[in-house]
């Protein structure tokens, strides 16, 4: 059977399929099959929707991404983003946008601080630590969208501008989201390939024991890690805010299950030691094209829900296959 | 191995997409004269086309059966009924209404919004790509309502609250200690309703123990009032702000060793399974609201919009009170 498979992985279809990320390849069919099965998914303002929310979408699962390499999950992250957003417009209305930007800035990044010290320093597994935090954070997020007698707060709306600011275009077509995905992008997959950290952080989550012998600081850089996650949940939820011009307690929902599944079927091992930023941005698009023709197409959101599960349930058979392939091949 | 099965799955999902091709829509092919005629085809393209945007159409029985309304009237008027389903969900209702913009095949938006300040956003940007909202059930905020065409539901304060609250106020005494079971926290009409209970109670010197949100589901009302029974023991009434909590609530008092009376309970949106409750006196009263009461309304509206005709901005639809007395009428007319 193995000795069939070699043969056929030799083959000079499947060895360009190998040396060329799948991934790259199946984005490109789909976005085939999109265009084959809805007109209205090439049009001019849907691709700009679509790439909006690749951008926006995309920073959480940047973050995400960082957390997988060092091995560890983040579950608090949809209510980071609820909180950090719920915070910046309640002081975008107070101390003004500069001050409440910073602010919950340095806020996503103590509370990925905490998550990884959580991980760190109580030896607790991040899936644990993360859920108690998330439900923290689920808690805090409700109080401060009540007032004191427990009735949602009224106006949470803080004017058009940042929404206009969100819908600004550049050369007809690039938004601020797409610029500051594009710059996180690049910072940080430059700083996974060419800063001692990053290069170190597929160590602690691929092999932790190897590192601890090479001298590298695992607890050390598992906190940076959780705390670029905290800082990129900040900026997205920024952004969700520009979007909506308006904060909702449950504006997080459902936003770390698409990250966890953009950066699954991007590549990114949840095990760790393995993932970049192509790989991440990748699966965030696959995610977010699939939805976007899905919606397209008329499909209910259970059914685009079950698709999507389906979709990455696959990926992760594929997945493990591929890693009993290699583990037999060993 | 894994390329090959990636590749085949993509092919699958090529397959799969290529044949839902055949529900869409064709945009833009008007040009004869009779297509032109279509009665509110804004567009042009020779079919009037309606989007549905709504918070469920799943998880609820009240939005279910306004879906179903909707989608019977559309199909015996030729409309087109484009529907997005929003889950409860802010941001795939957000993701939906840049859909319905950049999509530019639909002539009427009908909203039921997930979150009524959100819903500010989603009105300003269909007023800008010129296309005409309605919004259903639970309003906008004050600061989008003008960019609508109008506002339908059933009169929240007057109309599904205030049979309840008269009740109470007819048969309890200053001092009462009464709970709230409602839904989802930032939903218009689970404020709207919670406000005007409160309204409603102002001079009547009653004691509220707790507001519990219970999102859509019974079995949270269920473990919420199991858990206030526990902590208070003098709960005198129970103002349920949809049958869904009243329900899940009665079981608890039922549990909890409770007789019927014992714990007034009021609620609206009549459900069959209420109805029993009703009778047997676990529940004193509730008030229908069904998706025929405000299909009709709607239909009446949209027709006007077609007319370009200038109506009040909120449209009540109706609905009824129903007690022991006459809850087995009701039992057989009830479609949820």
Known sequence: ?????????????????????????????IIAACISASPKFTRPANIINLTQSIGTYGILAIGLTFIFLVGGIDLSLAYQVALDGTLFVLMCNSIGFFPALLITLVLGCCIGYMNGTIVTRLKIPSLIGTLA????????VLILNNDSSGRAVEATLFGERLSHFYNIKLFGFLT???????????????????????INMYVVGGNPEAGLFSGINNDRLTRMAFTIGGFCASFCSILVVMRMNTSTYNMGDNLDIIAICSVVVGGVKMQGGKGNMAMCIMGVATIQIINNVM??????????????????????????????????NA | MKRVLGIVLAFMMVFAFTSCKGKEKKAGTSGDAKEVSVLGDVNGDGVFTVAYIAVTTTLAPYPIDILNQFQAYADKHEWELEVYDGNGDVNTQTEQVASVISDDIVDLVVLF?????????YVKDFSEAGIDVITITSDVKAEGQSMVYCYVGPDQKNG?????????LEHFKAGSNYVILSGWEAQYDYIVREASVNEFFTDAGYNQLAVKYCGASRDTAYEEMSALLVANKDIDFVFALSDEFALGGVQAIKEAGYKPGDITVVSLEAFIDSMEQVKDGWIQLTVTQTGTDLMTKLAEVIYSWMAKDSIDYVQLSTGTTITADNAAEWETKLPY
């Open chain 1, 133 to 140: 935090v998330m439900t923290s954070l689920k808690g805090l």
């Open chain 2, 113 to 121: 919004p997930v979150d009524s300040a959100a819903a500010v956003t």
């Open chain 1, 176 to 198: 601020p989201s797409h610029i500051i995905c594009i710059i996180f992008l690049v910072a940080l997959g430059m700083f996974l390939k060419y800063k001692r950290d990053g």
């Open chain 2, 160 to 168: 599904l609250v205030g049979p309840g609250a008269n009740y109470i």
């Open chain 1, 1 to 29: 059977m193995i000795a069939k498979l070699d043969k056929f992985k030799s083959t000079p279809v499947v060895r360009f399929f190998r040396e060329n990320n799948s991934i790259y390849i199946l984005i490109l069919v």
């Open chain 1, 295 to 328: 919606t397209k197409l008329g499909m209910r959101t259970a059914m685009q829900a079950l698709i999507t599960g389906i979709v990455v349930i696959l990926v992760l058979i594929l997945d493990k296959i591929t890693s009993n392939i290699k583990a037999n």
